[in-house]
Each structure stands twice: as structure tokens, then as C-alpha cells.
């Protein structure tokens, strides 16, 4: 079945990095967009960043855009997220996810809390 298992998260204080790693296995990795949604407390759960299945396109939300870098290793079935100057507001659960099926069904993984706080 597919799964998705994110890792990498954890306390960090402003101005530092993180680099997430999202797992996948359970469906042909190297065939479809990966993406990064987060959820902060009180907060809709937002995209912010997608790769393509080569990663030839990749997109970011406005507030990451010049922070964070997604990539993937289909060799691997992984995708990565790297996050640099991290801001408090960055702090949410991540969350790995990908749409399959001829109706894109969204898969998502269990998440991993991001803290920046000093």
C-alpha cells in the first residue's frame, strides 16, 4: 500500500535550518508530483512546495519561496524538503503528500512538528 514517511523536523531557533525527508514506497515514485503542506495551530493546512515527477517544475508558496527548496531522489523514493532561515511563523506539522488514481486521491503521511522558537 502506498506510504509516506516523513522525518527530519524538530525545535530549532530563528534564523536556522531543517531538512525534512519524506519516504515513499507503495506506488511508482519516479510517475508523479510530490508535494509539502504544513498546518499550523488554528491554520488551514496550506501547499508549500510541489515537485514534478522528474522534478522539472517545482512551485513554493509566497511566504517560503526564497527559504525553501524541494527536491527528490526517484532513486531513492524520496522527497526532500530544505528549510533555511526558518521564522517562528514557519513553526506547523509537515506533511508529505501525493495524488494518485485516475481521481488523484490524496496519500499523506503521518507528519513532523517543525518548532522554531527561541
Known amino acids: 500500500q502506498v506510504h509516506l514517511v516523513e522525518s527530519g523536523g524538530g525545535l530549532v531557533q530563528p534564523g536556522g535550518s531543517l531538512r525534512l525527508s519524506c519516504a515513499a514506497s507503495g506506488f511508482t515514485f519516479s510517475g508523479y508530483t510530490m508535494n509539502w503542506y504544513r498546518q499550523a495551530p488554528g491554520k488551514e493546512r496550506e501547499l508549500v512546495a510541489a515537485?514534478?515527477?522528474?522534478?522539472?517544475?517545482?512551485t513554493y508558496a509566497e511566504p517560503v519561496k526564497d527559504r525553501f527548496t524541494i527536491s527528490r531522489d526517484n532513486a531513492k523514493n524520496t522527497v526532500y524538503l530544505q528549510m533555511n532561515s526558518l521564522k517562528p511563523e514557519d513553526t506547523a506539522v509537515y506533511y508529505c503528500?501525493?495524488?494518485?488514481?485516475?481521481?488523484?486521491?490524496?496519500?499523506w503521511g503521518q507528519g513532523t512538528q517543525v518548532t522554531v522558537s527561541s
Open positions: 503528500n501525493t495524488k494518485l488514481g485516475r481521481f488523484l486521491d490524496d496519500y
Open positions: 515537485i514534478s515527477n522528474l522534478g522539472g517544475s517545482i
